[in-house]
Antibody, heavy 119, light 111 residues
Framework: QVQLQESGPGLVKPSQTLSLTCTVS??????????WSWIRQHPGKGLEWIGY???????YYNPSLKSRVTISVDTSKNQFSLKLSSVTAADTAVYYC???????????WGQGTLVTVSS | QSALTQPASVSGSPGQSITISCTGT?????????VSWYQQHPGKAPKLMIY???NRPSGVSNRFSGSKSGNTASLTISGLQAEDEADYYC???????????FGGGTKLTVL
C-alpha cells in the first residue's frame, strides 16, 4: 500500500519561500509510470494542481504558478519536494502531495498540510 | 471559476439515490473518457471513487456509479448512507496543457 506524507513549516512569512517535502513509502518513485504531484486547496475552495514531476526529472507546472514553482525529486530518499517563492496570503492553503497514474488520476494522497502565509 | 461546473449542493435521505452532474466542454469531458470523481470528508484528503467515467477502484462500494453523456458526466450514489455526506469533485482529462481540470465541488448532505 503506497503512502505519502507531507512535511514542512506550517507558517511562512510573506515574500518568503514555501518549502514542503513528500515522503513516499510502500512504493518506489524510481519504478516509473507515475507523476508525483502537488495539489493545493484554498480554505473552503476546490482543488488546484500545482505541478508534478516524473522520476526522470521532467516536470509540469501550472501556468498560473510557473514563475514561482519548483518541484524536485530525490530518488535516493524516495522523496519529492515543492518550493513556492514570493508567497502572499493568497498562497494560504492545504497542500497535498499525491500520486497520479498515466491518465493523471490521483490514486494516492498524503493527508495534507495547512500552510499559512502571515507575518 | 472552475473549469468544470458542478451544483454547489445536493441532498437526499438515507436509502435514496442522488446524482451529481459535472458539465464541461468538448475539450475535456465530452472529448475523452477520462472523467474521475473524488470524495472528500471534512479535514481529509480526497479519495478516488470513480475513474475513466464509470470504473470503481478496488474497495469502493458498488453504490457509486458514473456515466457520461455528451459534455456532462454524472456520479450516482444509490442507497444513500450517512457516511456518504461529503464534498464530491469531478475531474477530467483535457486538451489544454494542464493534466486535469477540476469541478468546483458539490456538497452532499444526507438528511
Amino acid at each position: 500500500q503506497v503512502q505519502l506524507q507531507e512535511s514542512g513549516p506550517g507558517l511562512v512569512k510573506p515574500s518568503q519561500t514555501l518549502s514542503l517535502t513528500c515522503t513516499v513509502s510502500g512504493g518506489s518513485i524510481s519504478s516509473g509510470g507515475y507523476y508525483w504531484s502537488w495539489i493545493r486547496q484554498h480554505p473552503g475552495k476546490g482543488l488546484e494542481w500545482i505541478g508534478y514531476i516524473y522520476y526522470s526529472g521532467s516536470t509540469y507546472y501550472n501556468p498560473s504558478l510557473k514563475s514561482r514553482v519548483t518541484i524536485s525529486v530525490d530518488t535516493s530518499k524516495n522523496q519529492f519536494s515543492l518550493k513556492l517563492s514570493s508567497v502572499t496570503a493568497a498562497d494560504t492553503a492545504v497542500y497535498y502531495c499525491a500520486r497520479a497514474a498515466e491518465d493523471y488520476d490521483l490514486d494516492y494522497w498524503g493527508q495534507g498540510t495547512l500552510v499559512t502565509v502571515s507575518s | 471559476q472552475s473549469a468544470l461546473t458542478q451544483p454547489a449542493s445536493v441532498s437526499g435521505s438515507p436509502g435514496q439515490s442522488i446524482t451529481i452532474s459535472c458539465t464541461g466542454t468538448s475539450s475535456d469531458v465530452g472529448g475523452y473518457n477520462y472523467v474521475s470523481w473524488y470524495q472528500q470528508h471534512p479535514g481529509k484528503a480526497p479519495k478516488l471513487m470513480i475513474y475513466e467515467v464509470s470504473n470503481r477502484p478496488s474497495g469502493v462500494s458498488n453504490r457509486f456509479s458514473g456515466s457520461k453523456s455528451g459534455n456532462t458526466a454524472s456520479l450516482t450514489i444509490s442507497g444513500l448512507q450517512a457516511e456518504d455526506e461529503a464534498d464530491y469533485y469531478c475531474s477530467s482529462y483535457t486538451s489544454s496543457s494542464t493534466p486535469r481540470v477540476f469541478g468546483g465541488g458539490t456538497k452532499l448532505t444526507v438528511l
